[in-house]
Nanobody, 112 residues
Framework: QVQLVESGGGLVQPGGSLRLSCVAS????????MSWYRQAPGKGLEWVSS????????TYADAVMGRFTISRDNARNTLYLQMNSLKPEDTGVYYC?????RGQGTQVTVSS
């Protein structure tokens, strides 16, 4: 049974940083592309970033390019998202996702 548990969200001022984590279980984590999505209040789900199974390749949405960095530790079955230079428009619930499941999300609020 796929289980994805996100953590690391919180309230941060504009320009600040947060690091999100997603611990995976119930599947062969090292074999799957992993992604981060987010949902802003009143809006649909938005893709943020993806990383290949081995962690070599990554892609980003234009809105976060140059500010966010996705990474993974296959030995720890953990996916990360380092978020720097945060903006109010980055506010939302952030989800870890793979082909067969999505976590419950972690709230990120960027506000002064």
């Amino acid at each position: 049974q796929v289980q994805l548990v996100e953590s690391g969200g919180g309230l941060v001022q504009p320009g600040g940083s947060l690091r999100l984590s997603c611990v995976a279980s119930g599947f062969a984590f090292e074999d799957y592309v992993m992604s981060w999505y987010r949902q802003a209040p009143g809006k649909g789900l938005e893709w943020v970033s993806s990383i290949t199974s081995g962690g070599i390749g990554s892609t980003y949405a234009d809105a976060v390019m140059g500010r966010f960095t996705i990474s993974r530790d296959n030995a720890r079955n953990t996916l990360y998202l380092q978020m720097n230079s945060l903006k109010p428009e980055d506010t939302g619930v952030y989800y870890c996702e793979m082909a067969d499941g999505r976590g419950q999300g972690t709230q990120v609020t960027v506000s002064s």
